[in-house]
């Protein structure tokens, strides 16, 4: 029986009623739920009628706690926004990555263990655990001394860099996502079972080093049930910690053997069914152990749906649309998906439960970037952040007991796999004429309009040969004013380029600062130019028109 939350019937009475106090005794413990690829429609309480898949438990810890309703990862896609909430910081200010080999095989980036999450939370003397998808670039040993491959990883010796070095006290991973090889857990390190096999799965096929007896429909009962030995592990004695990083919704759209045919939607709706039984198991745990009342639990996504997933289990160029025909939108009232610009990509759920402290049933419409985990937590666990800490960081602590008030962070900046996009209250500025998707991308395909007829309308429209200053106005950028907006259907950068220049601006200060909060300046790792004609990023057509 389909259950919808009507969070609009909260009336202010119930919040002024509520005056929790943050402060205690002692620190709360936290628990963080990071899905991949869940779409904000794909969520009951959030898609409503437009939402064809039953999420109980998420929707349950909604009602008993807090929505929020502009929540941002700081890209559209997996690594840069995994590494922005780690850190606080923006993930374009780190240089590119070393030691990298293909897919999960992706090395770390030079500093992004500097500061962590978990280092935060160890100095307020929490326990740390990470259970899940990784993805955050790892060191492993080679059978000669090379770059980390499909044929020289020697299994047998434990990672040489991971969790460890991010601050985890405790750690089970998976280096990549599912469909990522290799395919194959790693326990505080070691390498678990006979990584001997080659294997792939649906979407994409990926055929590469796997565990002998490794199954992609086992993978998330399996992070269920470490998650929950972490927790019954833990004691009101000491605080704790957990990041829960599922690998679903991602493709390859593998639902455990109980959970298929339980949604009418279809094999897409059994997998998000079971990403939202994550919830229940945690809650469990939690109550089992009797620390539900002192711990914060977030729920979030990593970035919207990918237009390539839905009931085909391989990946299939605009799939996503043959949901939304049945009548379930995963991006919910947006536009665009996964990779993009739009907020179909870039606006994800953020929910937040903690009894006694956030009112049941609130909403907060505030602009928040999960690079603000950093200050949040840090303000939790009563550690002051150095000077060079989370520089992209704010807290929204202040927002949990009083909803209702203006959050602290009125500018946030975000990119699709090679645009900029930057907020400065409900305008937004899309830096590209289109959704922001690599010139040839078949993934992305259904991030309307593609880049190839995009750029030549907007080249037909300049008629001239564009150079970079070009390239920072209209027909070149998009502004959206999201208040009366929220679909993107109107550019207003024709008739707003004063509001444009301004936004522009905005970006080019966050990046000669080296942050976006107070603060003394300090340099990113690499340097950064806004736009480059000779980026090859950009369409082929473009450097010819420019060239011309």
Not at 36 to 47: A, N, R, S
Not at 451 to 473: H, Y
């Amino acid at each position: 029986m389909k259950r919808f939350l009507h969070f609009g019937m909260l009336v202010g009475v119930t919040l002024l009623s509520i005056q929790p106090a943050l402060a205690g005794d002692s620190h709360p413990n936290v628990v963080f739920i990071l899905a991949d690829d869940l779409g904000i429609g794909d969520v009951e309480c959030y898609g409503g009628e437009r939402c064809l898949i039953e999420t109980p438990n998420i929707d349950a810890l909604a009602a008993s706690g807090l929505r929020f309703t502009d929540a941002h990862p700081s890209a559209s896609y997996c690594g840069p926004t995994r590494q922005a909430l780690m850190t606080g910081r923006y993930p374009w200010r780190f240089a590119k990555p070393t030691n990298n080999g293909p897919w999960g095989f992706c090395g770390p980036q030079p500093n992004s263990e500097k500061y962590t999450l978990a280092k935060v939370m160890k100095r307020g003397g929490y326990q740390t655990g990470y259970v899940g998808k990784w993805h955050l670039g790892t060191i492993m040993a080679t059978t000669d001394g090379r770059t980390q491959g499909l044929a020289n990883v020697d299994f047998k010796k434990p990672l040489q860099y991971g969790p460890r070095q991010f601050g985890f006290d405790e750690s089970f991973i998976l280096p990549g996502s599912l469909d990522m090889y290799p395919y194959a857990f790693a326990r505080n390190h070691v390498w678990q079972g006979d990584v001997s096999a080659l294997k792939g799965w649906s979407a994409f096929n990926r055929v590469g080093p796997a565990e002998k007896d490794f199954q992609d429909h086992e993978v998330l009962e399996t992070l269920y049930g470490e998650a929950e030995s972490f927790i019954e592990k833990q004691s009101s004695d000491r605080p704790f910690f957990l990041f829960l990083a599922l690998t679903a919704p991602h493709t390859p759209t593998s639902p455990g053997v109980d959970w298929r045919g339980k949604s009418e939607l279809g094999v897409y709706g059994d997998f998000v069914m079971q990403v939202d039984h994550s919830v229940e198991r945690v809650m469990n745990a939690l109550k089992q152990q009797g620390l539900e009342q002192n711990t914060l639990v977030l729920f979030s996504s990593d970035h919207g749906p990918a237009a390539y997933a839905g009931n085909i289990l391989k990946a299939t160029p605009g799939q996503i649309k043959q949901l939304e025909a049945k009548g379930h939108y995963p991006s919910g009232p947006h536009r665009g998906y996964k990779f993009s610009v739009y907020e179909g990509g870039l606006r994800v759920p953020l929910i937040a439960h903690w009894p006694g402290v956030i009112p049941a049933e609130s909403t907060c419409d505030a602009l928040i970037g999960l690079n603000d985990l950093m200050s949040t937590f840090a303000e939790l666990a009563d550690v002051k952040l150095r000077d060079d800490e989370g520089p992209d960081s704010i807290s929204f602590v202040p927002l949990l007991s009083h909803p209702e008030k203006p959050g602290g962070r009125t500018k946030l900046v975000m990119q699709s796999v090679v645009s900029w996009v930057v907020r400065d209250g409900n305008w937004k500025l899309c830096m590209c004429p289109g959704s922001g998707v690599p010139a040839a991308s078949e993934p992305a395909v259904g991030n309307d309009p593609m880049p190839v007829v995009a750029w030549r309308n907007a080249l037909s429209q300049f008629k001239g040969k564009p150079t970079e200053t070009d390239l920072l106005k209209y027909p070149f950028v998009q502004l959206f004013d999201l208040s009366s907006d929220p679909h993107e259907d109107v550019n207003l950068a024709a008739d707003h380029p004063d509001r444009v220049a301004r936004m522009v601006a905005i970006l080019t200060e966050q990046i000669e600062a080296g942050r976006s909060t107070p603060g003394p300046a300090f340099a990113n790792d690499s340097p950064i130019k806004i736009v480059n004609l000779s980026d090859k990023r950009l369409p082929e057509f473009v450097h010819e028109s420019a060239t011309k």
